[in-house]
T-cell receptor
């Protein structure tokens, strides 16, 4: 596609429910990133994929968070047993690569999650 | 110490003035430096990237990088009210064989008519 596509754009869920957030990166981009931004806060790195593998999962805040990427394209971020502190916008970004060129990351519009 | 530091502001400048935004980073192995603009309720959009020491100009924007001082800045000339936004500095920081785009918390810029 022309840009990074995320769905849903907005999600309201009850505490304790599981949610899935989807990201479709720019066509041809091999690297994919998930960030979280709470209200008024900076971007918190969650996880990074190169192809289908996740070399860096260091940012996942707890074992309730998991992510996968299949076919080197679409990625899904899953949050199990959601808590109110999970309320945030979840931003997906992609880049052509990770070397010294073509490594600019481009963001999707985000998935706004509200846990009530 | 956070890996990427920015003054949160707000930075207030009059229309037509030069706005100067600053960012420091802690890891000397960092490569690739970016400035993004984020309007309230929107996702970050790229303004400029800079990879080597010196200045890089693009229209009203100039990015400056000084790796020895671990410092990157963004100058906005002839500031317009539409430039009012949060400006995010991003640095690719080495982590486990990769370089992870790491963001500062952003500087809020207000351009008043």
């Amino acid at each position: 596609g022309a840009g990074v596509s995320q769905s849903p754009s907005n999600k309201v869920t009850e505490k304790g429910k599981d949610v899935e957030l989807r990201c479709d990166p720019i066509s041809g981009h091999t690297a994919l990133y998930w960030y979280r931004q709470s209200l008024g806060q900076g971007l918190e790195f969650l996880i990074y994929f190169q192809g289908n593998s996740a070399p860096d999962k260091s940012g996942l805040p707890s074992d309730r968070f998991s992510a996968e990427r299949t076919g080197g394209s679409v990625s899904t971020l899953t949050i199990q047993r959601t808590q109110q502190e999970d309320s945030a916008v979840y931003l997906c970004a992609s880049s052509l690569g990770t070397g010294t060129s073509g490594n600019t990351i481009y963001f999707g519009e985000g998935s706004w999650l509200t846990v009530v | 110490q956070k890996e990427v530091e920015q003054n949160s502001g707000p930075l207030s400048v009059p229309e037509g003035a030069i706005a100067s935004l600053n960012c420091t980073y802690s890891d000397r192995g960092s490569q690739s430096f970016f400035w993004y603009r984020q309007y309230s309720g929107k996702s970050p959009e790229l303004i400029m990237s800079i990879y080597s020491n010196g200045d890089k100009e693009d229209g009203r924007f100039t990015a400056q990088l000084n790796k020895a001082s671990q410092y990157v800045s963004l100058l906005i000339r002839d500031s317009q009210p539409s430039d009012s936004a949060t400006y995010l500095c991003a640095v690719r920081v080495p982590s486990g064989g990769s370089y992870i785009p790491t963001f500062g918390r952003g500087t809020s810029l207000i351009v008043h008519p």
